[in-house]
């Protein structure tokens, strides 16, 4: 009886089985890839505001304090975003005129809040507060980057549970002296001595239980 | 089912009578142990395991995954973008993020109990007791728990209408001002008919308002009216006064029909008393002792240390044996003495639906032994005018009906649903020329008026109220109204003239000439309540009790008609939450059904035989009931305990026009309440229905995800013995014979599993005191309300996926027809060594650093090996997409530091750790450790007799560990090593030992000593 394969089916089928392990290993990585993207995480996309606020013009200029708007970042969960009232502390004076500023103007006029486009989004099942990583030094540059150099903010972190692990596994690496957590041009340069004093000077623990974040 | 499986009431006695009561049981189902039943509970998910009906194939199945994927593959686009909007000029201390907590009172039936409201970023999301308040002192019922979801409900009225179509209040008003224009000219022909009013500005208001009108009349309504305990009163000091009562002074306390604990003004506070009087630690020389005369079984009832299950014509009776210090019964005479060895310290209490004559006897029998003014308070009422409710709803009816009234204005209330069904009062409503109603629903009533105005809500609007005790709340609104409602002091300025005044005027303006400037009436708004307001107590004279009527004991069966326990008068039947909380006793859902007992059931044909069949507590039979001319079909229930040749009933189901929620739920018994007999009366004949259908599906949840009934008896699940037996052997509930050891929480040394050091963390832990709980119910509500617990509806809970994380467990001991009850609330034990750990294959629920059994839900794929594994079945699985996602109205509800479930996750108890991390955090941030009492579970925080005790037990000083280290603390199956957190404090009751039959039924109580 003739042979219905051929010799070559061997080797053809033997690369077929190793490939298969190859293309499954290729596929997950590109998945991988995929969801480690910007495309999923929003890295790096700026956001269309309905006034252009630069923080940059803002941070890096005057020299404004992060906590000037943001006024519950030490105190509560959420940072603060500043009502109407804030900017027309100092735009009922300056720039008075100015056609980019005139949403903010309705806005204080009519009553009707202006409606800012959300950058840093969390899932619902993830709780995150600011007021507890402010209090134990983490910078708002750690995690929100050089703010002072961006015109429109731009989510500079990936946000993914990989990324805040990374943190909350070795807190170590990124706490800063609490006198600089608001500094955004801080740069550390002994981390590697300052880091584990600090983390034991402000008593600093390691949260990786589910439950620090998920409920 | 096999012949010899099937037994009879008389075999089960039997059976229990082998066990001489020492056997603890749940329900009848247990008792029968049918193989059945047996097999229903080896089932993790019964109603789940029925193969598919239509089989699917492999073509078909792959055709459906393959879509699956795609649509999977489709749905993977961008988030889209949120939007954050800030203020434009942020108020004061308002700081996002963080709740704020406003004081305000909620009334029920006039009655104000004082709560604090949680507000975020200006949306109520949770209400607790407010702490100064002399009738919560901190905490919740279910009303007041539930009553935030009927705040947001979406069926609530939201539009003024004429003849049920959309109308202005513009044109309300315009239409009303001829009528009162008439009503001026001569004088008559006013009506306003209201509920209870406690109110000071309603009062003044209502007082001005028939100033002006003479000839107008105030008339008032409500079906839980307290009429007999207002005309017990004037029976007994000739004068209508208001009694509440101190029971920190009372060593023996009888209830005659009364549910003081759990229902009725004040009921909070008493639990609160009277259990502080209960608590056994160490030290704890005596405790009180409480005697129960009832017919259906109360939470009263079911913690008594002795219950006589009676039926309701009977207690006068009782009650005038105890007047007259001789009783033939031998249980009666113990109580006797028991009463007159403590002079002035003690507590006769009657229930609302007793008559007037026991009420008026009642305060003879107090007034005998010394009690008024000592435990027994009588003050002036605390009601703005009181009077007999039925009275002036039947003076209403019939000058309706003889063309007397000309305008009608219904302030709240359902009178065309409610009123008793002789007085045909909605007939007698159709002659009124001009009819309005004011309420929160447009229901029965509303759809008989010409005119509905939506009412606020108590949480929208400014207002006053007294407390049980006299005590004046001032109730501040949390959010500007939802609905467009209108407060009533808003409807009366409108018929009064002051249609310019809000209701923050009228209240604010009564109150600034009464002492409240600006800086009082903010601290009175702070505080929720004006101090040194209770009723000041008054002498009174003796009581006289009423000369003896001809008591003709009544034959057959009797019927007892009672308000609902969790839907109340039928008001909240469209809240979700309140209809699938199971109801204290029964722990039916969903339904009303004709209780009755054992015996009585075998009387006419529903035996075992016919009962087992149904098994599982999920089916009934029909029977037809016939009552004083009124037919009706009820599904029957049978509750041990119950008297016999007795039926209840509860009012308040069958509602037609409630809302989306409680339409067409139950059944309307509001025709068998005759305005003679309110309460029921005898003349009751019950029959098997032989009408298709037969069956009714009954949502109970007393088997449900519960401990292996194998276990019941054997394990100690609940452990209990009399006081006495305590003192002689206090470490009862330690006996070897339960496999415990000395700590009462396991210990590593003979644990499997690698011991985790705890001692540099909080080691979070529960303690939950069986003596004092008395399964009201507050807890279970709570925790849904804190934590976004969604509900299933009833189809779904005779599924078994309910969704409460915690549950109370019902245990009956001893005698089917009069046992002890036992309650014990089961959450999460957070077991150290969780079982439910190491079968997930996902690691979606782990152990925290503090020892909390963490559940992560977007681990969670569902395999639901975890909730097999508890052998405390205390996890809780979204079948479905329960949680309404979609409902604006409900958005703003939710607590939103708790993740909103979706479908095909697992979910429990957490030890309500979104409170704990904001704890840790506080006291973080000021570098500190978290104090004793500083976080508080919602659990624990509504529980009225603060049986739920939580803290570190690392902190040796804290409560929690100093109750942990209590003799009588034990852990459910500890020996399964699973070394749970939560532990419970054994149940320790004060049986008289005068009374013979409480010693023999229970003569094997075995390790107590």
């Known amino acids: 009886m003739a042979q219905i394969f051929h010799r070559s089916a061997n080797t053809l089928s033997r690369v077929t089985i190793f490939g298969a392990i190859f293309i499954a290993g ?16 929003n890295q790096g996309i700026h956001r269309e505001q309905v006034v252009p606020f630069s923080h940059q013009h803002h941070v890096a200029g005057p020299g404004i304090d992060c906590r000037y708007c943001h006024t519950s970042v030490e105190t509560s969960s959420f940072a603060g975003i500043p009502p109407t009232s804030t900017c027309m502390n100092c735009h009922a004076q300056i720039w008075t005129n100015a056609e980019m500023l005139e949403p903010v103007r309705a806005s204080f006029r009519t009553g009707k809040p202006l409606v800012w486009s959300r950058v840093h989004r969390l899932p619902d099942f993830v709780h995150f507060r600011h007021d507890i990583h402010v209090a134990k030094g983490v910078g708002c540059a750690t995690c929100h980057g050089r703010i002072d150099r961006m015109n429109l903010v731009y989510q500079a972190s990936p946000l993914t549970m990989e990324w805040c692990l990374d943190c909350h596994r070795a807190p170590e690496k990124y706490i800063r002296p609490r006198e600089e957590v608001f500094n955004m041009s801080y740069v550390a340069r002994n981390q590697k001595t300052l880091g584990p004093e600090l983390v034991k000077r402000y008593g600093v623990q390691s949260k990786t239980h589910c439950s620090a974040c998920h409920y | 089912m096999s012949d010899n499986n099937t037994l009879n009431f008389t075999e089960f006695r039997a059976r229990i009578g082998d066990l001489r009561g020492k056997e603890f049981w749940r329900s009848l189902e247990e008792l029968s142990r049918s193989d059945v039943f047996d097999e229903f509970f080896a089932q993790e998910f019964p109603q789940q395991a029925q193969p598919l009906e239509k089989g699917v194939d492999r073509r078909n199945f792959m ?30 201390n308002l700081i996002p993020g963080k709740p704020v907590y406003f004081a305000s009172a909620m009334t029920l039936s006039g009655v104000a109990h004082g709560v604090l409201v949680e507000s975020h970023m200006n949306r109520p999301t949770k209400i607790e007791g407010n702490p100064e308040h002399p009738t919560t002192l901190g905490a919740s019922d279910p009303f007041m728990q ?35 224009n008439a009503a001026r000219a001569n004088g008559a022909g006013l009506r306003i008919l209201t509920q209870t009013v406690t109110s000071p500005t309603l009062g003044a208001q209502l007082t001005a308002l028939l100033a002006q009108f003479p000839g107008a009349k105030w008339h008032q309504w409500e079906a839980v009216n307290r009429d007999t305990v207002r005309e017990g009163g004037r029976l007994a ?14 060593n023996v306390v009888v209830a005659l029909g009364s549910d003081f604990l759990c229902d009725g003004p004040g009921h909070l506070r008493y639990a609160r008393d009277f259990m502080s009087r209960r608590k056994v630690r160490s030290g704890t020389k005596s405790i009180n002792r409480l005697y129960s005369i009832e017919a259906g079984m109360s939470g009263t009832g079911g913690v008594a240390d002795h219950r006589l299950p009676v039926k309701p014509s009977q207690i006068e009776d009782f009650a005038r044996q105890i007047l007259a210090g001789s009783s033939t019964n031998p249980t009666v005479q113990a109580l006797i003495a028991d009463l007159q060895g403590n002079r002035g310290a003690s507590v006769v209490i009657a229930g609302e639906e007793q008559s007037a004559a026991v009420h008026a006897v009642v305060h003879a029998i107090n007034s005998q032994l010394g009690n008024i003014g000592t435990t027994v308070l009588v003050t002036d009422p605390i009601e703005i005018a009181p009077v007999n409710q039925l009275a002036s709803l039947q003076e209403l009816v019939r000058d309706m009906n003889a063309g007397a009234v000309n305008a009608l204005l219904i302030l709240g209330g359902n009178p065309a649903f409610d009123a008793p069904a002789d007085l045909q009062f909605a007939k007698a409503l159709d002659k009124v020329p001009f009819r309005a109603h004011h309420s929160l629903y447009y229901d029965e009533t509303s759809n008989r008026c010409h005119w509905h105005i939506p009412e606020v809500h108590f949480l929208e609007t400014w207002g006053d109220a007294r407390a049980h005790d006299g005590t004046i709340s001032i109730i501040q609104p949390l959010i500007a109204p939802l609905y467009n409602g209108r407060s009533v002091h808003e409807v009366l300025g409108a018929v009064a003239g002051g249609l310019e005044q809000t209701a923050y005027q009228t209240v604010r303006s009564f109150w600034a000439a009464r002492g409240g400037d600006d800086a009082t009436w903010r601290k009175w708004l702070h505080d929720g309540v004006i101090p040194n307001t209770a009723l000041p107590v008054v002498a009174v004279s003796a009581a006289t009790p009423p000369a003896t009527g001809n008591q003709q004991p009544a034959t057959g069966i009797e019927l007892e008609i009672r308000h609902d326990p969790t839907i109340y008068d039928g008001r909240f039947a469209n809240n979700g939450w309140l209809q699938e909380l199971p109801k204290p006793q029964t722990k039916i859902t969903w339904d009303n059904v004709l209780i009755v007992g ?42 041990p305990g119950h008297a016999e040749d007795v039926a209840t009933v509860y009012f308040g189901y069958g509602r037609e026009m409630s809302g989306k929620i409680g339409n067409g739920v139950g059944f309307n018994t509001y025709p068998l309440r005759f305005s003679d007999a309110l309460h029921g009366g005898a003349g009751a004949r019950i029959t098997l229905s032989e009408e298709a259908p037969r069956i009714y599906p009954v949502a109970c949840t007393q088997e449900h995800q519960s401990i292996d009934p194998k276990l019941v008896g054997e394990r100690g699940l609940i452990r209990s013995a009399s006081f006495e037996g305590f003192q002689q052997n206090p470490n009862f509930a330690k006996d070897p014979h339960h496999g415990s050891d000395v700590t009462g929480h396991g210990s590593h040394d003979t644990n499997m599993y690698p011991p985790y050091d705890y001692s ?27 934590n976004n617990i969604a509900i299933v509806g009833k189809d779904e809970v005779v599924r078994e996926r309910e969704l409460h994380w915690l549950r109370i467990d019902r245990y009956f001991r001893g005698n089917i027809d009069n046992p002890e009850v036992y309650h014990e609330p089961v959450p999460c034990m957070q077991c150290e060594t969780a079982p439910c750990e190491p079968v997930c294959p996902v690691e979606a629920t782990s152990h925290s650093e503090d020892g909390l059994n963490d559940m992560t839900y977007n681990r969670c794929v569902g395999t639901r090996y975890c909730s097999n594994n508890c052998p405390y079945k205390v996890r809780r699985f979204n079948f479905f997409h329960y949680a309404d996602y979609d409902t604006p109205a409900l958005k703003p509800m939710r607590n939103p530091d708790v993740t909103v479930r979706t479908r095909g996750v697992m979910e429990k108890c957490t030890y309500c750790v979104q409170r704990i991390n904001a704890g840790k955090i506080e006291a973080e941030k000021q570098g500190r450790k978290v104090r004793d009492g500083e976080v508080v579970t919602a659990c624990q925080q509504a529980c009225p007799t603060e049986a739920i005790t939580f803290g570190n037990m690392n902190d040796k000083t804290s409560k929690v560990a100093q109750l942990k280290a209590l003799p009588t603390n034990y852990a459910l199956l500890e020996e399964l090593q699973t070394l749970p957190r939560t532990t419970y404090l054994a149940n320790i009751r004060n049986p008289n030992p005068a009374i013979a039959p409480a010693k023999s039924e229970h003569a094997d109580r075995g390790h107590e000593g």
């Open chain 2, 237 to 250: 000091f000739g004068r209508y006064v208001h009694t509440h009562y101190d029971f920190t002074k009372a």
């Open chain 2, 598 to 639: 054992p015996r009585t059931s075998e009387k006419f044909g529903y035996t075992a035989d016919e009962r087992d069949p149904l098994v599982n507590e999920k089916r009934t039979r029909f029977v037809d009931l016939s009552y004083r001319g009124v037919n009706m079909r009820l599904p029957v229930w049978v509750l």
């Open chain 2, 146 to 180: 539930a009553s935030v979801l009927n705040l947001y409900d979406p069926d609530r009225s939201q539009v003024v209408r004429r003849f049920g179509d959309t109308a202005t209040w513009g044109e309300f008003i315009a239409a009303l001002q001829p009528v009162v």
């Open chain 1, 26 to 41: 290729f596929v997950l990585w590109v998945i991988g890839g995929i969801v480690r993207s910007p495309y999923f995480t």
């Open chain 2, 760 to 786: 540099d963390k909080h080691a979070w832990a529960m303690v939950i005191d069986t003596s004092v709980c008395t399964g009201c119910n507050g807890c279970v509500i709570a925790c849904q309300a804190e």
């Open chain 2, 63 to 92: 055709k459906l995954m393959g879509a699956s994927v795609a649509m999977a593959g489709l749905a993977a686009c961008r988030q889209p973008a949120d939007a954050i909007v800030p203020y434009v000029n942020q108020p004061e």
